[in-house]
């Protein structure tokens, strides 16, 4: 069977039980938060996504809401003004790899390097920050995140003296919708002995329980999952319902080339605005964790 109609029929079976397994997953968590708590942040990594930078900062400032970007080295570059401009409107710069290695650009992937050029990812990434802004990042996030993410990254990040990854799938780790501290045997929980890096999890599509809510699902994956006008923001408006009922932290990840123009999404921003719900960056969450 060909991968979209397999895509399409799993969907389909996940549907109807989808809002009951994630209610199930969040009702698992010990939130002592007396609300819960919002981020959203943009994976600023392909070439399409450059040219819409300007538009989604206007839409974001007219909104009055302060996102966190992940950025790379590369474009850093090339294009220092757009990106000082995220800083200048107050939002969070992240540490997204010089190169982000993957097979559009270098045939390489992340978790493919040596541990060695890995750290030069980073580190080169800290120095161009350092060069055009002054800035320091204090969060990561793994290129391509999922499959490519994992225990490999935490020990560098400690010793780089990161405060937060935002770079795991909530529904696969044992958050149940609240940062934690990877466990240094299993990443995806925690445990005893964790490293100091806070794990940030980011939201799942609340209509198909195991895919990242992220644009890509939405509008790219093949069938797109919640292309059809307005679908986006109803999907939206559920899971800030579901994170708002557990008290649990949400962090959402889109990407910009797909949502700076789109209506789907600038509604979602709408309803965060009339429902006076707050959004932080990544680092003023994590900062605020750490802090409790
Ligand atoms: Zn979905």
Redesign the pocket.
């Known amino acids: 069977m060909q991968i979209n109609l397999l895509r399409k029929f799993a969907r389909k079976v996940i549907k109807p039980i989808s809002p009951i397994m994630l209610n199930n997953y969040f009702s698992k968590n010990q939130s002592k938060l007396k609300e819960s708590i919002f981020s959203i942040s943009f994976d600023c990594d392909m070439p399409p996504d450059m040219g819409v930078l300007p538009n989604l900062l206007e839409l974001l400032n007219s909104y009055n809401i302060k996102s966190s970007f992940a950025c790379i080295g590369k474009w850093i570059e090339k294009y220092p003004r757009i990106h000082r401009k995220i800083l200048d409107d107050g939002h969070e710069i992240i540490n997204h790899t010089y190169s982000h290695p993957n097979s559009v650009f270098n045939n390489n992937f992340f978790n493919k390097i040596t541990q060695k050029e890995q750290n030069r990812e980073i580190v080169k990434f800290e120095e161009l920050c350092k060069k055009y802004f002054d800035y320091k990042p204090v969060g990561f996030r793994t290129p391509h995140l999922g499959n490519l993410h994992g225990q490999f990254v935490y020990p560098l990040l400690e010793e780089l003296g990161y405060l937060y990854s935002s770079s795991t799938m909530l529904t696969r780790t044992k958050s149940y919708g609240l940062p934690y501290y990877p466990s240094k045997t299993n990443f995806l929980e925690s445990s005893n002995q964790n490293y100091s890096v806070l794990e940030l999890p980011l939201m799942v ?1 609340p ?2 329980y195991f ?1 990242l809510f992220d644009s890509w ?1 939405c509008f790219r994956s093949n069938p797109p ?2 292309a059809k006008s307005g679908d986006f923001v109803d ?1 939206f408006k559920k899971a800030v319902k579901i994170i708002k009922k557990h008290n649990a932290v949400g962090t959402f990840y889109f990407d910009p080339a797909d949502v700076a123009n789109c209506k789907s999404f600038e509604d979602s921003l709408e309803f965060l605005c009339e429902n006076k719900i707050k959004v932080k960056t990544c680092e003023e969450v994590a900062k605020s964790w750490v802090k409790k």
Do not use: D, G, Y
């Open positions: 599509c209509e198909h895919p699902h999952a919640h999907v």
